[in-house]
């Protein structure tokens, strides 16, 4: 008997152009992504190794055994968590000894070749793990860990997606990414890696934050114990925190970066339209200017019949097209485009919450407020 229940689904990869073309209504054709990833080692480098056929040989475990993570490996949650149809997830980075992340530039850090970071999704059981590796040439690999019913170990699932049948999930079915689906999200943005950044771990935590979990990491214990080096001073003076007129907009603006910004950013690799989502930082503080700017009062390019042309309208969530792409469901409409098959009801309550509060005239920069 099969050790999982599973089937392939036929469908075509999904690099950023392909995914350009499902935010259309925010977008124009989006060109073809650089790869990062195992296939884009340059001539003459060393071969890769393949991907481990198990989780247990990836160096999760300690030795071996799937009960017990490595304690050498650094558990951490990031304040504004990707939404993925109520999934709880664990997160671990392992960096190679001796070495440390490069913060010097607080929105692209620049991680060592032999970093690895895990995630582990879970129901009423572990369903998959998802893992990205830095190669010794530079590149980053992805791969995906389907876990056996018995919780003995997880192997590797195949390079196109995958649907497992499981009960706890929205209607008994959950999709595996393709590896192509993990590159057009990860590769959207100044680096691959997600979750793992200066906002996502500032110690000055959101509490509004939707579906956060208690942070087990901060950007105070990662400098102490040596493995970020040349953050900025200003940050260590002021933890990262985004600057909002009300505790409802601080979680709104992080909720959109956190399930948005890697693909709507100005990094020049997301799609290519005007608007950005993404919370970084600038001079002494995270911008959230250029958020609100991108956002009130402009039109999409394409909107559904019957939709809202405008992205947001300051008062009038029932007039903003970003609650209605984030409630469909519709593949050529949804918002975001991949990894999830409900509506998250939580995270669309704050954002409409937060436009229906808005004033009419803001436009761009409200007085902060304190949570």
Known sequence: MSRHRFRLIARRPAPRRAIAAVLAALA??????????????????????????????????????????????LAFSPQYPLWTDGARKQRWISLPTGTAVDARDPNAWQFPPGTRLWKTFAYDRPVETRMIE??????????????????????????????????????????????DDCTACHEGGATPVLGFSALQLSPDRDPHAPHASAGQLGLDDLVRMGRITGLPDAMLR?????????PEERAALGYLHGNCGHCH???????????????????????????????????????????????????EPVSSLL??????????????????QSVDDRG????????????????????????
């Open 323 to 340: 609650p209605v792409r984030m409630r469909s469901r519709d593949p050529l409409l949804q918002m975001p485009p991949l990894g999830t």
């Open 28 to 73: 124009v054709v989006a060109s073809a992504p650089s790869a990062i990833s195992a296939a884009s080692a340059p001539a003459g480098a060393a071969a890769i190794p393949p991907l481990p056929p198990r989780l247990g040989l990836t160096g999760l475990f300690e030795d071996g055994n799937p009960a017990r993570v490595d304690p050498g490996h």
């Open 134 to 179: 830095r190669l010794a040439d530079g590149s980053w690999r992805y791969a995906t860990y389907i876990w056996r019913e018995d919780g003995s170990d997880a192997d590797l699932a195949p390079a196109r997606a995958t649907v497992l049948t499981i009960a706890a999930a929205p209607e008994g079915r959950y999709v595996v990414p393709s590896r």
């Open 238 to 246: 002021k933890p990262p925190r985004i600057p909002a007129a009300s």
């Open 348 to 371: 669309l309550a704050l954002v409409e919450h937060w436009i229906a509060t808005m004033p009419s005239s803001q436009r761009t920069s409200p007085k902060e407020t304190s949570p």
């Open 265 to 315: 950013n100005r990094s020049g690799r997301g799609v290519p339209v005007a608007l950005n989502l993404a919370a970084l930082w600038r001079d002494d503080g995270i911008d959230a200017d250029s958020i609100r700017a991108s956002m009130f009062g402009r039109e999409a390019r394409y909107a559904g019949i019957g939709q809202p042309r405008r992205l947001v309208v300051p008062g």
